[in-house]
């Protein structure tokens, strides 16, 4: 089974800008691009949500709350996919969770952290 591990989350102001890793283990590459990739978050009290994803085609879905902030991107060779966040607000503080969907398997990482504060 694929093993994702999440960095990069942490404290910062409001207006601040974070960006979170993901690499997938315990996976060749030739099957990397196989998987759907996204990032979901989940804050206190509140149901897990997608945040960003790529889709079947390649292209991207992101959620309208982070639109225009937030930017997903992937390196295949590393099998990593990333989560640009600027403008931070006090309203994205929640554990980002990085997904992989391959079929019917999701598999997820521990999370990380992101803490929006002054």
């Known amino acids: 089974q694929v093993q994702l591990v999440e960095s990069g989350g942490g404290l910062v102001q409001p207006g601040g800008s974070l960006r979170l890793s993901c690499t997938m283990s315990?996976?060749?590459?030739?099957?990397?691009?196989?998987?759907?990739m996204g990032w979901y978050r989940q804050a206190p009290g509140k149901q897990r949500e997608l945040v960003a994803t790529f889709t079947s085609d390649g292209s991207t879905n992101i959620a309208d709350a982070v639109k225009g902030r937030f930017t997903i991107s992937k390196n295949n060779s590393r099998k990593t996919i990333y989560l640009q966040m600027n403008n931070l607000k006090p309203e994205d503080t929640a554990v980002y969770y990085c997904s992989g969907t391959i079929g019917e398997t999701t598999n997820w990482g521990q999370g990380t952290q992101v803490t929006v504060s002054s």
């Open positions: 315990r996976a060749i590459l030739s099957t990397f691009w196989q998987y759907t």
